[in-house]
């Protein structure tokens, strides 16, 4: 059986225009990125004028930022996924709605039993 494949072509989004306006909106100079990471602002520069991302640095941008630029980016994608912790938030929650489905059961039956 074969996989199906989606014809629904998404266009890129222009990374370093992204970036750019992150950091601009973080009040974060470019200068700044370009002594973390350990490349001349110049670098910096030409990057966000180009469309495509060196994966690397967006790495390293992310983490001095604390942004998460793959996860805004992964969000156009528009293809579902689920982080370990989304996953164990939910098992939390259906546990949860469980517990107070029970409690409820539980306050019908002591209302029953009080005569209430």
Same mark, same amino acid.
């Given at each position: 059986?074969?996989?199906?494949?989606?014809?629904?072509?998404?266009?890129?989004?222009?990374?370093?225009?992204?970036?750019?306006?992150?950091?601009?909106?973080?009040?974060?100079?470019?200068?700044?990125?370009?002594?973390?990471?350990?490349?001349?602002?110049?670098?910096?520069?030409?990057?966000?004028?180009?469309?495509?991302?060196?994966?690397?640095?967006?790495?390293?941008?992310?983490?001095?930022?604390?942004?998460?630029?793959?996860?805004?980016?992964?969000?156009?994608?528009?293809?579902?996924?689920?982080?370990?912790?989304?996953?164990?938030?939910?098992?939390?929650? =259906? +546990? !949860? @709605? &469980? /517990? *107070?489905?029970? =409690? +409820? !059961? @539980? &306050? /019908? *039956?002591?209302?029953?039993?009080?005569? &209430?």
């Amino acid at each position: 059986m074969e996989k199906e494949i989606n014809s629904k072509k998404i266009d890129c989004p222009h990374v370093g225009e992204l970036v750019n306006y992150t950091i601009y909106q973080m009040r974060i100079q470019k200068k700044q990125i370009a002594e973390l990471v350990g490349v001349q602002k110049l670098t910096i520069s030409r990057a966000i004028k180009k469309p495509s991302f060196q994966l690397d640095l967006l790495w390293q941008i992310s983490q001095f930022t604390r942004y998460n630029f793959l996860a805004h980016l992964g969000e156009k994608l528009e293809i579902p996924y689920e982080t370990k912790t989304e996953k164990l938030l939910k098992e939390q929650l =259906l +546990q !949860k @709605e &469980k /517990e *107070l489905a029970d =409690l +409820q !059961k @539980e &306050k /019908e *039956l002591l209302m029953q039993v009080l005569g &209430k």
